[in-house]
């Protein structure tokens, strides 16, 4: 079996994110950003975010999408990796809060609809052999 770890475990960018207990794959690549130039930056410069993708900002209780070009979901995640938090489909321009997250998952638009992630599920991150 896979190592699992939460958002607060993570180190380097070979995960997979996955809804734990219904196993589903939230996103195959992971990027992470958890220092000030990475989180500042997120995912300003990019085309889009594709399908499989996400970037996981640590610490993080509220994201800005000034100058993106594309809207995103936001998944707040408490340290044990728990949701506290869904936004979906995010459009540029927005300042969106939420203070009692710890990190910040985001994700290609539709993808919190798609999977049927709900507030109070689990996320983990599976390390990659």
Same mark, same amino acid.
């Given at each position: 079996?896979a190592?699992?770890?939460?958002p607060?475990d993570?180190v380097?960018?070979?995960?997979?994110?996955?809804?734990?207990?219904r196993?589903?794959?939230?996103?195959?690549? /992971? #990027?992470?950003a958890t220092n +000030?130039?990475?989180r500042?930056?997120?995912?300003?410069?990019?085309?889009? %975010? !594709?399908?499989d993708?996400?970037?996981l900002i640590r610490?993080?209780?509220?994201?800005?999408?000034f100058?993106?070009?594309?809207?995103?979901?936001?998944?707040?995640l408490a340290?044990?990796?728990e949701v506290?938090? /869904? #936004?979906?489909s995010?459009v +540029?321009w927005?300042?969106?809060?939420?203070?009692p997250?710890?990190?910040? %998952? !985001?994700?290609?638009?539709?993808r919190?609809?798609?999977?049927?992630?709900?507030?109070?599920e689990?996320?983990?991150?599976?390390?990659?052999?």
């Amino acid at each position: 079996m896979a190592t699992r770890l939460s958002p607060q475990d993570l180190v380097d960018e070979s995960v997979r994110v996955l809804i734990s207990g219904r196993e589903i794959l939230l996103a195959e690549k /992971l #990027r992470l950003a958890t220092n +000030p130039w990475t989180r500042l930056r997120g995912l300003l410069g990019t085309a889009q %975010l !594709e399908w499989d993708e996400g970037l996981l900002i640590r610490p993080c209780a509220s994201v800005h999408t000034f100058f993106m070009r594309y809207p995103i979901d936001l998944v707040f995640l408490a340290k044990d990796g728990e949701v506290v938090g /869904l #936004r979906e489909s995010v459009v +540029p321009w927005r300042i969106t809060p939420y203070f009692p997250a710890l990190c910040t %998952l !985001e994700l290609a638009a539709g993808r919190i609809k798609a999977t049927a992630l709900e507030l109070g599920e689990r996320v983990v991150f599976e390390a990659l052999e």
